[in-house]
């Protein structure tokens, strides 16, 4: 089992940055390729990014692409997710995942464990 704890929401005007934070207990946090996604009120889950093992790799929806960087650090067990240029769109709810292997990294149900999600506000 791994335990994933998001952190770092909030209420942000437009323009502005939040850094977001996953804390995962448990199972060999380094064996696991990490994702951020996010739900919109009345929208399905959508992937926002992802990152491999080593931090070596990473993958961003177009949306996001250019102003959130998704990184890792081994050491502390944490994935994090920093939001610059924020738009009201980028409102939603954000979770943290966990997944083996290096593949159908936008495909929310081949994650094996969630957090229990952060709410991001982007005001106009």
């Known amino acids: 089992q791994v335990q994933l704890v998001e952190s770092g929401g909030g209420l942000v005007q437009a323009g502005g940055s939040l850094r977001l934070s996953c804390a995962a207990s448990?199972?060999?946090?380094?064996?696991?390729?990490m994702g951020w996604f996010r739900q919109a009120p009345g929208k399905e889950r959508e992937f926002v990014a992802a990152?491999?093992?080593?931090?070596?790799?990473?993958y961003y929806a177009t949306a996001v692409k250019g102003r959130f960087t998704i990184s890792r650090d081994n050491a502390k067990n944490t994935v994090y997710l920093q939001m610059n240029s924020l738009k009201p769109e980028d409102t939603a709810v954000y979770y943290c995942?966990?997944?083996?292997?290096?593949?159908?990294?936008?495909?929310?149900?081949?994650?094996?464990?969630w957090g229990q999600g952060t709410q991001v506000t982007v005001s106009s």
């Open positions: 995942a966990a997944k083996m292997g290096w593949d159908h990294l936008t495909l929310d149900y081949v994650y094996d464990y």
């Open positions: 990152i491999g093992w080593s931090g070596g790799n990473t």
């Open positions: 448990g199972r060999t946090f380094s064996n696991y390729a």
